[in-house]
Every structure is written in C-alpha cells, then in structure tokens.
C-alpha cells in the first residue's frame, strides 16, 4: 500500500515494447511499457486492452484508420480487434496498459519482440 | 476505439466524491473522480481498488498511517483494507480510479455520499 511513482518507474526501463508490471488489481495488471517505432499487428481474441498515454503522442493504428493518443488520453482496445501502436518521428513515448493478468502483448502473433513474462519493478 | 481525453471529461464534472465512468476494461471499469476534504472510512470485501492521482495530492488514510501519494502516483487498496481519502487544505485533487463494475465507492458504509450509479461521460 505504498505509492507507486510513474516517473521513478519508468527510469527503471530501457528497452522499448517490453512491459514491467508495477502491479495487481484483482485479476487484471498494471503495466509499463516505453515505446518507439512500429509494434506488429496483433489482436486479444479474449481481452480489452487499455492504454493510457503518460508522455509523448501513440498513433494506435487499426486496419482501416489511426487513432491519434496523446498525452493525458487513454484508449481501450476491445478485445478482437487489430491493432498496430506506432509512435512517429522516432519519439520515444511512455503508456501505463491496463489489462488481464493473462494478456500476451503481441496476442497470438509470435514476434521478436514477443515477450513471455514482465519483469516487476 | 476513440481516444478519451481525461482534462475534457474532468470539465463535465462538478460534483466531488461522484464517480463517473469513462470506460470498460472486461469486468473492470474507468472512473474518474474530483475529491475535496474527507471522505468515509469504508473498505472492498472482495475488490481491490486502483487510485492514479492525475491532478493534486490525496491523502491516502489507513487505520494505522497516512499514505501520500502524488501527482502522477497510483496506489492500489487491496480487498479487505479500511481507508478513507482524505485531500488537505480544500484541495481539489483529481483521481483516476480502477476497479470491479461492481464495486461500491463506500464499500458497506451508507453515506451520504454513497452513490449507486455512476454516469457515464
């Protein structure tokens, strides 16, 4: 039941695309992740994904528009649906993602960027 | 799949210690809140409960200490805990909350604060 500081967090992390939990509510996890560059397609067949912009603008791409997320604004992903995030220009931007403790952040797409388990911090 | 801009829906909101529901995460729910002085003391028999402090500076009470958690600070309340928020000097601080659709914002506790709905924005 300590406070739980984003900021300090997010020094703790270099790579981008690669989730750290920084916590448990019920059955869902609060997560970290840097971005930068392009992601890969992916969908959750069974789960929403939230994700809310801390610093920076994510361009969530879908297959048929991109939804512009800058900071301070959140968007859900309703579970089924694909989705590219993307940041432009090389920027490097920070999201907290709200979802289930079974989430796979590529879904079922296998990826090097793939990762199997967060690192808690 | 719209991005949700929290400093435009924090302006629809007058009440303080009113929830409003900004979205839905599987069987979890968004809320946001404007606090200002004490609330009651109350726990979640069954939910964990997510404060990520947007605006301001809440003052988290337990039973046994105070915990302060900082703009750009979340902290998570397990299931069980008894806490009351608490903001100082007539402060207006700004919550983000993350919980169970079907958590109760006071818990057991009747208040008169105790509301059964929360609008959606």
Chains 1, 2 share one sequence.
């Not at 069974?46 to 048929?64: A, S």
Request: net charge negative.
């Amino acid at each position: 039941m300590k406070s739980i500081n984003l900021k300090e967090k997010y020094e703790l992390v270099d790579a981008h695309w690669h989730p750290h939990q920084i916590g448990i509510v019920d059955n869902m996890q609060v997560l970290l992740a840097k971005l930068k560059g392009e992601f890969v397609w992916h969908a959750h067949e069974n789960e929403d994904e939230l994700f809310h912009v801390i610093k920076g603008t994510l361009h969530m791409q879908f297959r048929d528009r991109t939804e512009v997320v800058n900071e301070g604004e959140i968007i859900i992903v309703p579970k089924g649906i694909e989705h590219c995030p993307t940041t432009k220009n090389k920027e490097e931007v920070q999201v907290l993602l709200f979802e289930k403790l079974t989430t796979n952040h590529t879904g079922k797409v296998e990826s090097e960027l793939t990762q199997t388990d967060y690192p808690k911090i």
